[in-house]
T-cell receptor
Framework: GAVVSQHPSWVICKSGTSVKIECRSL??????MFWYRQFPKQSLMLMAT?????????EQGVEKDKFLINHASLTLSTLTVTSAHPEDSSFYIC??????????????FGPGTRLTVL | GDSVTQMEGPVTLSEEAFLTINCTYT??????LFWYVQYPGEGLQLLLK?????DKGSNKGFEATYRKETTSFHLEKGSVQVSDSAVYFC??????????FGPGTRLSVLP
């Protein structure tokens, strides 16, 4: 089946630094990628929808200047957490949708990235 | 907007017990329904899905039936194992858009 990778799988950083998380579709082209955040022992919440070649659409309450999303190619979307603080510590998960995908069969989740901000 | 409600647990069972985790949803249109499982420290794994009313999804002994009349998608397993201990998420997806997840149910199976 289709594979979506995320890098890094985990990262620890100091408060005030920026961290970039990559989401790649390995064997298909993804016109749309979704970024989710999962706080400890909580559910996944959609942060933003990323469309290749255009600006991301952020959910209400998500700061677009803090969580920068770039979907520069059909196989790569990046999420940059700028000036990270301990409250940004979370598990970040992406999903990728193949072109022409109106069916849920064409969406695949990455394994997630655990961010810890000290 | 669309939403998913499920029993939050934690649920603690003995090995070989019967499992039911209730899930109900609110959505416009006709969403597809999913159960995902998350083991400690790992990402999501698709457990099963159903794309239309009365469909039954099944995998690894788990089953769930898409009930449109009750807007439900309850997860069941006849005999749980210790290895089934994980967090289970009910989710919906409308026409390939983003997933909407329930709060998750933590299951612990004791030997």
């Amino acid at each position: 089946g289709a594979v979506v990778s995320q890098h890094p799988s985990w990262v620890i950083c100091k408060s005030g630094t920026s961290v970039k998380i990559e989401c790649r579709s390995l064997d298909f082209q993804a016109t749309t990628m979704f970024w989710y955040r999962q706080f400890p022992k909580q559910s996944l919440m959609l942060m933003a929808t990323s469309n290749e070649g255009s600006k991301a659409t952020y959910e209400q309450g998500v700061e677009k200047d803090k969580f920068l999303i770039n979907h520069a190619s059909l196989t790569l979307s990046t999420l940059t957490v700028t000036s990270a603080h301990p409250e940004d510590s979370s598990f970040y998960i992406c999903s990728a949708r193949a072109p022409g995908g109106t069916s849920t069969d064409t969406q695949y989740f990455g394994p997630g990235t655990r961010l810890t901000v000290l | 907007g669309d939403s998913v409600t499920q029993m939050e647990g934690p649920v603690t069972l003995s090995e070989e017990a019967f499992l039911t985790i209730n899930c109900t949803y609110t959505a416009t249109g006709y969403p597809s329904l999913f159960w995902y499982v998350q083991y400690p420290g790992e990402g999501l794994q698709l457990l099963l899905k159903a794309t239309k009313a009365d469909d039954k999804g099944s995998n690894k002994g788990f089953e769930a039936t898409y009930r449109k009349e009750t807007t439900s998608f309850h997860l069941e397993k006849g005999s749980v194992q210790v290895s089934d201990s994980a967090v289970y998420f009910c989710a919906l997806n409308n026409y390939g858009q983003n997933f909407v997840f329930g709060p998750g149910t933590r299951l612990s199976v004791l030997p």
